[in-house]
């Protein structure tokens, strides 16, 4: 039987994609999630996470701190374009990007590990609910200082020796999770 399942399955073509243009993807309705993304180290991170928020149709990046923006070719060489299709903004200090989120009515919630966090798989929005997430630095995670000013923290079950994801994979686990739940 999976045998017979397996033989006809094929790849999708480009068309059958149904792939937008950018001026599609721009015009299009944004799922209202923001994601934020404080002091990244690498550039890499930061290309991957821009186009997951492109794949996911995200509202917005903004990117604080000490994180590469656009353009960067590292950045470039991960985002697949996605650079040029995704809302994107810089902070120099993380507490202006929340001031205007929350002046814009988000919830904003740190990815962390956290005492109180709560766990992804259980957390629970309305589909209209504007949500910001705080993506941290590769080694630190989230600052405290910035963990204070949220609405709390939402945590990653890791069942495993380590404790930690790259903030890449951190962000489409968690992107994904928040996605699914609004569609």
């Known amino acids: 039987?999976?045998?017979?399942?397996?033989?006809?399955?094929?790849?999708?073509?480009?068309?059958?994609?149904?792939?937008?243009?950018?001026?599609?993807?721009?015009?299009s309705e944004k799922i209202p999630i923001v994601i934020v993304l404080e002091n990244i180290r690498s550039a890499y991170n930061v290309g991957s996470v821009f186009r997951?928020?492109?794949?996911?149709?995200?509202?917005?990046?903004?990117?604080?701190?000490?994180?590469?923006?656009?353009?960067?070719?590292?950045?470039?060489?991960?985002?697949?374009?996605a650079e040029e299709t995704m809302n994107w903004k810089y902070f120099k200090k993380i507490?202006?990007?929340i001031e205007e989120l929350r002046k814009e009515e988000y919830k904003i919630f740190a990815i962390e590990q956290a005492l109180n966090s709560h766990l992804l798989q259980q957390v629970k929005f309305k589909k209209d609910e504007k949500l910001a997430v705080v993506f941290g630095n590769?080694?630190?995670?989230?600052?405290?200082?910035?963990?204070?000013?949220?609405?709390?923290?939402?945590?990653?079950?890791?069942?495993?020796?380590?404790?930690?994801?790259?903030?890449?994979?951190?962000?489409?686990?968690?992107?994904?999770?928040?996605?699914?739940?609004?569609?």
């Open 1 to 27: 039987m999976l045998c017979n399942y397996i033989c006809c399955m094929r790849k999708l073509s480009m068309t059958e994609l149904r792939r937008k243009s950018v001026e599609e993807f721009r015009q």
């Open 52 to 81: 997951t928020a492109d794949a996911f149709l995200l509202q917005s990046i903004y990117i604080c701190g000490y994180t590469a923006y656009p353009p960067h070719k590292e950045i470039k060489k991960t985002a697949l374009g």
């Open 95 to 97: 507490n202006e990007a």
């Open 138 to 183: 590769e080694v630190t995670g989230v600052e405290q200082s910035t963990i204070e000013l949220t609405d709390g923290c939402i945590e990653i079950p890791q069942l495993g020796m380590k404790h930690s994801l790259n903030i890449a994979t951190a962000a489409g686990v968690v992107l994904w999770e928040l996605v699914r739940k609004k569609i």
